[in-house]
């Protein structure tokens, strides 16, 4: 069930009307063919390898095989919450559960196919270079973060007891907040990211960026996305020299927000439980692409552009969407008496 509340339009409308309009940039029409189809868009291969009882099943991307590694190999599992117990058989898959739009024209809702409030010109993405004799390029964009259950949504494998049964529903528009907005404010709410930027953590950031184009995650160097830049500030502007590479780094941006905000969590190690992320893993994720070209492949945060981006960016759209797949490690198995 989608829940776009009163106080939701509200806080968006009083966003719009008080904060400056950014530069001037030829935003994107909102698509109204990109009504999200988790039938036709999800690329369904993404969910393998699949671990049953230590049994592995499916192919994956050879670039994936560091990331697809963290597959339970242990077959049994026991769990304990409160006063119940259960034993069973470890599983573990990627399950499509989050979307992301990253777009230019605000409150464009791409999983909706429909701009929900106009703007007039004001918190409109845009582009621009820098003169400090890099040849690189700055990137500013809304984002959208919507609770995407693909499974719950197709009435599929509901019976496992890991699987989430919520409904589709959006989760986070950056419209409405004035830290995404402003690099300035967003360092008052997350000040740990001054802490970063320095040359010792931008050095750290390059070995993160060689390790993710081998398909590997540094969960460690939390700070850096790889080849898609750093994870703060956490705002709306990007450094950039693909265009696409931004909107993936911009999304993935947007996932640590939702840790940062205490609204992700990720399965425990044992299968047993969900545990928060405040600070993310993130070999935990991957991306698909699902707009404006929808991706063959999934993707481990920070892969190099060189290796996936080819022919993904459609003349005059500027509004991506991507779906994100998360590792699930369940215990699924049947209470004790």
């Known amino acids: 069930m989608i829940r776009l509340a009163s106080m939701l339009r509200l806080a968006a409308g009083a966003a719009a009307l008080w904060l400056a309009p950014l530069a001037p940039a030829h935003a994107s029409a909102c698509p109204a063919d990109a009504v999200f189809n988790p039938i036709t868009k999800v690329q369904w291969t993404c969910i393998f390898p699949i671990t049953i009882g230590g049994v592995k099943i499916g192919?994956?991307?050879?670039?994936?095989?560091?990331?697809?590694?963290?597959?339970?190999?242990?077959?049994?599992?026991?769990?304990?919450?409160g006063a119940t117990f259960w034993f069973g058989v470890k599983v573990s898959f990627w399950s499509p559960s989050r979307m992301v739009d990253v777009v230019t024209q605000p409150y464009c809702m791409m999983a909706l196919g429909t701009d929900i409030l106009p703007t007039?010109?004001?918190?409109?993405?845009?582009?621009?270079?820098i003169s400090d004799g890099t040849n690189t390029r700055k990137m500013f964009a809304q984002m959208h973060y919507y609770i995407s259950p693909v499974w719950a949504m197709l009435d599929m494998f509901t019976d496992l007891p890991c699987l989430e049964t919520k409904g589709f529903d959006v989760a986070l528009m950056t419209e409405i907040l004035p830290t995404w907005q402003s690099e300035t404010l967003g360092e008052i709410i997350q000040p740990e990211g001054i802490l970063f930027g320095n040359p010792?953590?931008?050095?750290?950031?390059?070995?993160?960026?060689?390790?993710a184009a081998a398909g590997k995650v540094l969960d460690p160097l939390f700070w850096c996305m790889g080849s898609w830049g750093s994870t703060y500030p956490l705002g709306g502007d990007i450094h950039f020299d693909d265009s696409v590479e931004a909107w993936a780094g911009l999304a993935a941006r947007g996932q640590?927000?939702?840790?940062?905000l205490g609204l992700s969590t990720i399965s425990s190690s044992d299968g047993c439980s969900d545990i928060p992320t405040p600070i993310w893993k993130k070999s935990r994720y991957k991306f698909q692409m699902l707009e404006p070209v929808k991706?063959?492949?999934?993707v481990n945060i920070g892969?190099?552009?060189?290796?996936?981006?080819?022919?993904?960016h459609a003349p005059a759209h500027d509004n991506a969407q991507f779906m994100l797949f998360n590792k699930v490690i369940c215990c699924a198995g049947v209470s004790a008496p």
């Not at 640590?256 to 940062?260: A, L, P, T, Y």
């Open 303 to 312: 892969r190099a552009g060189s290796l996936w981006t080819s022919a993904m």
């Open 256 to 260: 640590f927000m939702m840790g940062r």
């Open 295 to 298: 991706g063959g492949q999934c």
């Open 59 to 81: 192919t994956f991307d050879k670039l994936s095989t560091a990331l697809d590694a963290q597959s339970s190999e242990s077959p049994l599992c026991a769990c304990r919450k």
């Open 200 to 211: 010792a953590a931008g050095l750290a950031c390059m070995a993160d960026s060689a390790a």
């Open 120 to 129: 007039h010109g004001k918190l409109q993405g845009s582009q621009s270079s």
